[in-house]
């Protein structure tokens, strides 16, 4: 047997099987009504007794095959014997009969060994192949992200990004605009492994190309969304959301293509900083809404992605939005925002969570002015081998 829907069959009558060539093999059907007699056959089949017609049969008598000795396993037919006449020209025997039988159930056992090995050995080349693209993903992945956080006079910037051993399509990005501003950018692509990372890297580029010439959110979204549409495949999209800061006003533009709504907090009272729009890639000739705030001395600006609100305990339920609110909701340190949310999310999951989805955390907060200062945020190390969380601060 070669696969779930068929069977390959060596017909070579002369030579042994080491003469057998790729046009020696014909494929039968497992529905084939053949099989079905071979299957249910109590031990060796004389087919000349046999009054069924079927191209399996025809084709084994076309070349002389006049008893079929079924090799069952397990219940399972994995293979058969194929003699031709005795060359006494006589017919086979009882005896004959029985020692066929008695052989075939060895051969069959050693059959189904060999078919596991076989089994066995492809899984092994799967796995590898799939771990071989995952590592290729990573290092797409890792050295497109920022490998330091910004510098802002004024501002904390504190970053959390935990992939999933799955590597997803989670990015973010810090851009320095020519007028002074920064632009904020964080997506998310649909789908895993190496086409994610890729689309990944294309958004990347076009994004960071726009923003060199565009002042707008909108108009970087709408650009951007142009170019993905000729390039990304028709099963996978990016969400995005890009804001833009002015770090001396506080003002922040914001536009959204169909990514998770961002939270604004002041530490009492948290509100959604909404604008709509459809993910990148899926259409063209899509304009995006902006939405404009003015951030104040102690409050923060939270980017997420959706591995947060959709981890799920162990009873099947989702983190969700609301639970997120309500942490953010909590009055505490304004510095410990991310603590909270991932301090909350391990005890909602438990020790045994295994994450399914990329964790994406960026935290922008404006620092009252008597803690406005400036420090140098050294980049944050990735281990591509295990892929550990990466987290980073900068004041």
Not at 48 to 72: C, G, M, T, W, Y
Request: with cysteine; hydrophobic share 40%.
């Amino acid at each position: 047997a070669d696969s779930e829907t068929m069977y390959r069959i060596a017909f070579a009558v002369e030579g042994g099987m080491e003469r057998v060539r790729g046009e020696d093999f014909d494929e039968v059907q497992l529905d084939d009504a053949a099989m079905g007699i071979l299957r249910d056959a109590p031990g060796p089949l004389d087919l000349e007794q046999e009054d069924l017609s079927s191209d399996s049969l025809d084709r084994f008598r076309n070349v002389h095959v006049k008893l079929a000795v079924p090799l069952i396993s397990q219940g399972e037919l994995v293979g058969m014997l194929n003699l031709g006449p005795r060359l006494s020209e006589t017919d086979y025997s009882t005896q004959d009969h029985r020692l066929l039988e008695k052989l075939s159930s060895h051969v069959a056992a050693s059959v189904r060994v060999a078919l596991l090995v076989r089994e066995h050995d492809a899984d092994l080349r799967q796995r590898e192949r799939i771990e071989s693209e995952m590592r290729v993903a990573r290092t797409i992945q890792y050295q497109l992200l920022p490998q330091s956080l910004p510098q802002v006079e004024g501002w904390d910037v504190d970053v959390h990004y935990h992939p999933a051993r799955e590597v997803g399509g989670d990015f973010y990005d810090f851009i320095d605009m020519s007028d002074g501003r920064i632009a904020v950018v964080a997506g998310d692509v649909t789908g895993k492994g190496v086409p994610a990372a890729l689309v990944m890297a294309t958004t990347r580029s076009l994004l960071r190309g726009e923003a060199a010439r565009s002042f707008s959110p909108a108009a970087i979204l709408r650009r951007a969304n142009e170019q993905l549409c000729n390039d990304v495949p028709q099963h996978m999209f990016v969400t995005c959301m890009c804001a833009i800061l002015d770090p001396v006003t506080g003002r922040m533009v914001m536009a959204n293509a169909g990514h998770n709504v961002p939270y604004i907090s002041n530490g009492v009272k948290v509100r959604e900083f909404r604008a709509t729009g459809m993910p990148l890639g899926l259409m063209a000739d899509i304009t995006y809404e902006e939405c404009e705030t003015a951030l104040r001395p102690g409050d923060s600006f939270l980017l997420h992605s959706d591995g947060l609100a959709e981890a799920r305990d162990r009873s099947g339920e989702m983190f969700g939005f609301p639970r997120m609110k309500s942490v953010l909701e909590i009055r505490g340190d304004p510095e410990g925002m991310i603590e909270r949310l991932l301090d909350t999310l391990r005890d909602f999951t438990g020790p045994a969570w295994e994450q399914e989805d990329d964790i994406t955390l960026v935290v922008l907060r404006r620092m009252p002015e008597r803690q406005s200062f400036s420090a140098l945020v050294e980049p944050h190390a990735v281990d591509l081998r295990d892929a550990p969380e990466a987290s980073a601060r900068r004041s």
